[in-house]
């Protein structure tokens, strides 16, 4: 079975906090995919990163880094400095060849207060 | 380049009127999704088409829905006769690859049945 979950349902931070999202997945796959999406409240998903199941490597782009650990089956997600922008709903995914599908998280919402 | 492009952007109808919702996945991109997002149940996948073909289409809730994609530039969702649990907001995607690429998704349709 395939499956992904968001424990957190919402989180505040006051600007410029760190915060982290997590994200643990299920699946018995060998070769699968992680990915992470940004919904703001005007309702887009913008892709953010897409991870295969063989790179374990951590990736930083500007205030956004991702720590992919398979011991832990987890893809989490780290903005540094909050800003207002970040305030949105993030999904993480999974993606594998044996599932015809996305199997999206139920989100976390995020809101960073001035 | 267009992202992938849905119409209408609003749809306010009444229970038992016939919906089509329009979407122009990205140029070159070999595969489609329809998703549907409501408070409760989240992002659920409805129908996958890859090359055209439907590959997945257990996520469609009943016979009133159907989906096409007659070519490789244009595809349909319609719901007939639409109910006010139809009420959501629909997505589609496309990807250039199949379902482990990243999917690019439009901005997405607000159905309302009244």
């Known amino acids: 079975a395939q499956k992904v979950t968001q424990a957190q349902t919402e989180i505040s931070v006051v600007e410029k906090e760190d915060v982290t999202l997590d994200c643990v997945y299920e699946t018995r796959d060998t070769t699968y995919y992680l990915f992470w999406y940004k919904q703001p409240p005007s309702g887009e998903l913008v892709f953010l990163i897409r991870?295969?199941?063989?790179?374990?490597q951590n990736e930083i782009s500007g205030r956004y880094s991702w720590n992919f650990q398979k011991s832990t089956s987890s893809f989490n997600f780290t903005i540094t400095a909050s800003q207002v922008v970040d305030s949105a709903v993030y999904f993480c995914?999974?993606?594998?060849?044996?599932?015809?599908?996305?199997?999206f998280g139920t989100g976390t919402s995020l809101t960073v207060i001035p | 380049d267009a992202g992938v492009i849905q119409s209408p952007r609003h749809e306010v109808t009444e229970m038992g009127q016939e919906v089509t919702l329009r979407c122009k996945p990205i140029s070159g991109h070999n595969s489609l999704f329809w998703y549907r997002q409501t408070m409760m149940r989240g992002l659920e996948l409805l129908i996958y088409f890859n090359n055209n073909v439907p590959i997945d289409d257990s996520g469609m809730p009943e016979d009133r829905f159907s989906a096409k994609m007659p070519n490789a530039s244009f595809s349909t969702l319609k719901i007939q006769p639409s109910e006010p649990r139809d009420s959501a907001v629909y997505f589609c995607a496309s990807s250039p690859g199949t379902q482990v690429d990243t999917q690019y998704f439009g901005p997405g349709t607000r159905l309302t049945v009244l």
């Open positions: 991870r295969n199941s063989f790179d374990e």
């Open positions: 995914a999974l993606a594998s060849n044996t599932g015809n599908q996305f199997y």
